[in-house]
């Protein structure tokens, strides 16, 4: 089954970096774009970027442009989100999801990963 | 402030229907599918409906979806109170070119 797997939950000072992983399992990686969503606590859910993984192409929401990067390494179907100068306010849980229809990215998505935790705290 | 509007709360007795809106406009919801997930505490995002009114594999067909125009809904028939949770729309924003979501909708079963 379609399956995607998060890393763990992080811990980061304000100005630090992170990193996320997500491994997709149980369909073919580089045929459906991976989208990038971040809740906090009590809100919405809120999207940050999306990328190709067969091109590497990618889009990121205006509000992270400059702080967020999006790679894949296709050899071992992961995906990666790197969020940079941290703040308080990114605290938040950090998910991938699969996009819902192969090849296309505005149907949106239909499987998520577990959700990583990431408290940024002086 | 979210992109699409979404009614905070929604109440209803077991057994009986609610309805969730989600209002957006020609950019979103008008030019593109809209998708519902469901969401329990501290658990991620479940897919409810997608493309406006199909509902993914194992999800009961009390739940139905439709659109028209600017606006989408969820409806929840005979409800039970494991539907208690929150719900939000989605769809993709082409002059934004960004996925967007409403604020969420809370169910309560009464």
């Known amino acids: 089954q379609v399956q995607l797997v998060q890393s763990g939950a992080e811990v980061k000072k304000p100005g630090a970096s992170v990193t996320v992983s997500c491994k997709a399992s149980?369909?073919?990686?580089?045929?459906?774009?991976m989208f990038w969503v971040r809740q906090a606590h009590g809100q919405g859910p809120e999207w940050m970027g999306i990328?190709?993984?067969?091109?590497?192409?990618?889009n990121y929401a205006q509000r992270f442009q400059g702080r967020v990067t999006l790679t894949r390494d296709t050899s071992k179907n992961t995906v990666y989100m790197e969020l940079s100068s941290l703040k308080s306010e990114d605290t938040a849980v950090y998910y991938c999801?699969?996009?819902?229809?192969?090849?296309?990215?505005?149907?949106?998505?239909?499987?998520w990963g577990q959700g990583t935790t990431v408290t940024v705290s002086s | 402030q979210s992109v699409l509007t979404q009614p905070p709360s929604a109440s209803e007795t077991p057994g009986q229907r609610v309805t969730i809106s989600c209002s957006g406009s020609?950019?979103?919801?008008?030019?593109?599918?809209v998708n519902w997930y469901h969401q329990l505490p501290g658990a991620a995002p479940k897919l409810l409906i997608y493309?406006?009114?199909e509902r993914p594999s194992g999800v009961p067909e009390r739940f139905s979806g439709s659109k028209s125009g600017t606006s989408a809904s969820l409806a929840i028939s005979g409800l039970q109170s494991e539907d208690e949770a929150d719900y939000y729309c989605?769809?993709?924003?082409?002059?934004?070119?960004?996925?967007?979501f409403g604020g969420g909708t809370k169910v309560t079963v009464l």
């Open positions: 990328i190709n993984p067969r091109s590497g192409d990618i």
């Open positions: 989605a769809a993709w924003d082409d002059s934004l070119n960004a996925w967007v």
């Open positions: 493309n406006n009114n």
């Open positions: 999801a699969r996009g819902a229809v192969a090849g296309a990215y505005y149907y949106g998505a239909d499987v």
């Open positions: 149980g369909y073919t990686f580089t045929s459906y774009f």
């Open positions: 020609s950019s979103n919801i008008a030019a593109n599918t």
